[in-house]
């Protein structure tokens, strides 16, 4: 079946880095966008980025831009956020998930993980 397992959220300073893996299984998806979304408590889910898996075209939250950076590693399969100066607001559980619809729009991803928890303290 379709997996696809985040990890290296924890506990950070605001100005610290993490980055964030998704490893996908179960499947080609070669022809689906990745992308990675996060909700904050009592939040909607919001988009952060995507890549393309075929061409590594890349999609970002204009207000995320220049602060997290998104990537792929064919060989791996696996789907990594850079998250750089964080900030406390950046706290939220970060979810990666797979669609062939539109990148930025949750409800058009068919598989989604399990979410990874990001914690930035000030």
């Known amino acids: 079946q379709v997996q696809l397992v985040e990890s290296g959220g924890g506990l950070v300073q605001a100005g610290g880095s993490l980055r964030l893996s998704c490893a996908a299984s179960?499947?080609?998806?070669?022809?689906?966008?990745m992308g990675w979304f996060r909700q904050a408590p009592g939040k909607e889910r919001d988009f952060v980025a995507a890549?393309?898996?075929?061409?590594?075209?890349?999609y970002y939250k204009d207000s995320l831009k220049g602060r997290f950076t998104i990537s792929r590693d064919n060989a791996k399969n696996t789907v990594y956020l850079q998250l750089n100066s964080l900030k406390p607001e950046d706290t939220a559980v970060y979810y990666c998930?797979?669609?062939?619809?539109?990148?930025?729009?949750?409800?058009?991803?068919?598989?989604w993980g399990q979410g990874t928890q990001v914690t930035v303290s000030s």
């Open positions: 890549i393309r898996w075929s061409d590594g075209t890349t």
């Open positions: 179960g499947r080609t998806f070669s022809s689906y966008t």
């Open positions: 998930g797979a669609t062939t619809g539109v990148p930025g729009w949750r409800y058009s991803y068919d598989y």
